[in-house]
Nanobody, 122 residues
């Protein structure tokens, strides 16, 4: 499984960006895709996730500003970010998680992309 993010860049405060993440490889149709971010000196944190049934979950700090969506046919997840502030500056990572069942056990798997830099200037 491989995840490739794109769409990051430099934007002024109040501006918008849309991130994309394309997944390839053996990804089951039942999965959760999401966006996380990590600012310098801080831990990686959840931004938003979305199930294959289009149920979305957001961190409180992005509610009303960011929208996550997905294209199940292409294993692609998007993050529309509006009204960006310097506090949103971070590397944004894409993640996919799913469960593979074998005869012996259930295996919870997750994969991460390499990240895309988002920088918001004041």
């Amino acid at each position: 499984v491989q995840l490739v993010e794109s769409g990051g860049g430099l934007v002024q405060a109040g501006g918008s960006l849309t991130l994309s993440c394309v997944g390839s490889g053996k990804i089951p149709s039942d999965n959760i895709m999401g966006w996380y971010r990590q600012a310098p000196g801080k831990q990686r944190e959840l931004v938003a996730t979305i199930t294959s049934g289009n149920s979305a979950n957001y961190a409180d700090f992005v509610k009303g500003r960011f929208t996550i969506s997905r294209d199940n046919a292409g294993n692609t997840v998007y993050l529309q970010m509006n009204n960006l502030s310097p506090e949103d500056t971070a590397v944004y990572y894409c993640r996919v998680a799913f469960t593979i069942a074998t005869i012996e056990r259930l295996n919870d798997l997750e994969y991460w992309g390499l990240g895309t830099q988002v920088t918001v200037s004041s």
